[in-house]
């Protein structure tokens, strides 16, 4: 089976692996800092904080932030879970803006008339949360002055888009948010297995982040609220969690981030070629916005024949293909639909979610395998 992703592991990667662990540390120690720099380096934000995963990253973002019970937080229906699970991990209210048919990603326009409504009955969001779906980033500038307009926080889930750019700037600067959320699972651009990070220009979002990262215990006298008992003290002073990374897998990310414009090339050039390739075949092509250069987590083509949708999927499946379906619209899950969510409250999310397919798309992914994938949707949209 042809997986729809998969990570590039190489033999220095092992090395920096094996070095770490024989080393002193192997939970959160030196190789955090030394991570986090190569990605405040690449990106030019001004921190970075690393975290277990993603969705810990999305959490300490919301708590940073202040999301609390009473607040509302409005993110994409088009995306993984987690992206809406972390407003309510911090007790608040979640809502959805429906996407842009042509990008998949969430709709400005459509965010403009839900924040009018929204002031009409005093209920405008604390933070909206974009998500840059496929790796390509939503029309962010358009966003930040919607955010200075109407006075909300914006949380960027870059998940998919490390390595990808905005207006020719990376995505990840900040340039026009408050924090962006960088995923390193395994089918994500690089990998620590498992691990995210949170990066912000903001100095005391930065601090909370890394406090709530580790119980929200602190050993930095500066900051303690009381007077220090002695050299072994340490001192609590908020409500976190244990969100550490570990040295091993920041060994790992590190040496990922050497290759990780070598990634992105590829990704691309695949996807270029899965354009060319898919020209004269009965679906609808990633849309690509001038604003943006993507990278490419996700090759997501869209059907024209919805009712060809499962038994297409099916016979990919089974012939050998491992397509996968990115996303079930959250408002569609059974944990939403108890919060008062409907089928038909997002129709463009629904629309796609009925005639997109994932396409195997990482970087060990050969023009062989590519090709057996693009004959293997022919058969099936003619079987
Ligand atoms: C993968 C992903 C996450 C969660 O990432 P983890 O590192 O697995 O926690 C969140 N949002 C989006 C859009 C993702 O694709």
């Not at 962006?180 to 982040?209: C, Q, W, Y």
Request: proline share 4%; hydrophobic share 40%.
């Amino acid at each position: 089976m042809i997986p729809y992703g998969k990570q590039d592991i190489n033999q220095n990667d092992i090395d920096a692996v094996l070095e770490a662990l024989k080393s002193d540390f192997i939970t959160q120690g030196p190789r955090i800092p030394t991570f986090e720099k190569s990605l405040t380096d690449y990106t030019g934000a001004k921190h970075g904080v690393a975290v277990s995963s993603a969705t810990a990253a999305l959490h300490i973002a919301c708590h940073a932030l202040g999301v609390e019970k009473g607040d509302i937080v409005w993110t994409s229906p088009v995306t993984f879970v987690a992206s809406a699970n972390c407003a309510r991990y911090c007790g608040a209210d979640v809502d959805f803006v429906d996407i842009d048919p042509a990008t998949y990603n969430m709709s400005v326009k459509r965010l403009k008339r839900k924040l009018i409504e929204a002031k009409s009955i005093g209920r405008l969001p604390k933070v909206v949360i974009p998500v840059h779906l496929t790796g390509q980033s939503c029309e962010m500038e358009e966003i930040a002055q919607l955010a200075e307009d109407y006075n909300f926080k914006v949380i960027e889930d870059a998940s998919h888009a490390v390595g990808g750019k905005y207006k020719s700037a990376p995505v990840g600067n900040c340039a026009y948010s408050d924090i962006t959320v960088f995923s390193f699972h395994p089918v994500k651009i690089i990998t620590t297995a498992e691990g995210g990070i949170s990066m912000t220009n903001d100095d005391e979002l930065a601090e909370r982040m890394a406090l709530v990262r580790s119980h929200g215990v602190t050993r930095d006298e500066n900051l303690m609220k009381e007077e220090s008992h002695g050299p072994w003290y340490y001192q609590q002073i908020d409500l976190g969690f244990n969100y550490r990374l570990t040295d091993i897998q920041a060994a790992l990310g590190t040496s990922q981030m050497q290759r990780i414009d070598e990634f992105i090339k590829i990704r691309n050039d695949l996807a270029y070629r899965y354009d060319q390739l898919l020209a004269d075949v009965a679906v609808v092509t990633p849309v690509q916005h001038t604003d943006c250069y993507s990278a490419r987590h996700l090759y997501v083509i869209k059907l024209e024949d919805e009712g060809k949708h499962r038994q297409v999927f099916e016979y990919m499946r089974k012939n050998g293909v491992g397509v996968n379906l990115h996303y079930i619209p959250i408002h569609l899950q059974p944990y939403y639909k108890r919060l008062g969510f409907n089928p038909g409250d997002y129709p463009a999310a629904e629309d796609y979610y009925a005639r997109a397919i994932s396409l195997p798309l990482y970087t060990k992914l050969t023009h062989d395998e590519q090709d057996q994938v693009v004959a293997t949707l022919k058969a099936a949209l003619s079987a």
